[in-house]
């Protein structure tokens, strides 16, 4: 059983940046993804960014060159840094895990096991 733990959000104007962490705990093995993924009201969620235990990585097309996706050297806390924020990155966000996988599966959020509880990031003109 792994929990997630997410803080960070909350309200900016466009052009600001945000720091989101999500924290596990619980039995996660060696192997595992971390998925960050996105809902704005009226929307579908989406995926943002993937990290792997062995430290792949992979972005939407939409946030490339402005979404950072890492993890403590513990690997107990994935971060997504977002700088230049957009109005259109409104949204809850939500971290999430799948244990012994890769980052590719945790492209799919349907893979995902574990979700954290989301938290609002508000992007204001």
């Known amino acids: 059983q792994v929990t997630l733990v997410q803080s960070g959000g909350g309200s900016v104007q466009a052009g600001g940046s945000l720091r989101l962490s999500c924290a596990a705990s619980?039995?996660?093995?060696?192997?595992?993804?971390i998925g960050w993924f996105r809902q704005a009201v009226g929307k579908e969620r989406e995926g943002v960014a993937t990290?792997?235990?062995?430290?792949?990585?992979r972005y939407a097309d939409s946030v490339k060159g402005r979404i950072t996706i890492s993890q403590n050297n513990a690997k107990s806390t994935m971060d997504l840094q977002i700088n230049s924020l957009e109005p259109e990155d409104t949204g809850v966000y939500y971290c999430a895990a799948a244990p012994w996988a890769l980052t590719e599966y945790c492209l799919s959020e349907s893979n995902l096991d574990y979700w954290g509880q989301g938290t609002q990031v508000t992007v204001s003109s």
């Open positions: 990290i792997d235990s062995e430290g792949r990585t």
């Open positions: 619980g039995y996660m093995p060696n192997t595992y993804c």
